[in-house]
């Protein structure tokens, strides 16, 4: 396990496994894992990829759903595709973000966000 997860989330790995799973079968690109652990009282990490267009972002999104609700994991994300670069899900324990190239590097998580530990989805 890797040693940004206690023990006491494992099920979080697990699902975060699953997740980058769905991303990966669909060829998502550059996937980042941010977590932050007990420094965020919203989510515990989330999860970046890149998809190359509009319609790639949308089957990204619909892959992940599909594997999330086959694995009884919650989301609260009820809104459709809507092109414009950014799709977010919300699996409450972890936050999916699918970003354009164009977009990824105009909202620039990583950096905003450069204080929570990054993970790489092969330690999962």
């Known amino acids: 396990m890797s040693k940004a997860f206690p023990e006491e989330k494992a099920e979080l790995r697990k699902n975060l496994h699953l997740a980058c799973e769905a991303l990966l079968d669909k060829k998502a690109e550059d996937l980042k894992l941010l977590y932050f652990g007990d420094n965020s ?32 994991i919650e989301t609260l994300s009820k809104d459709r595709f809507h092109p414009g670069g950014w799709l977010i899900l919300d699996a409450i324990d972890f936050v999916v973000h699918l970003f354009s190239k164009e977009q990824r590097e105009n909202y620039a998580l990583e950096q905003l966000w450069k204080d929570a530990e990054q993970i790489n989805p092969d330690d999962l």
């Open 41 to 72: 009282p919203l989510t515990d990490c989330f999860l970046i990829a890149t998809g190359t267009s509009d319609p790639h972002l949308k089957a990204l999104r619909n892959n992940l759903e599909t594997v999330l609700r086959e694995n009884k």
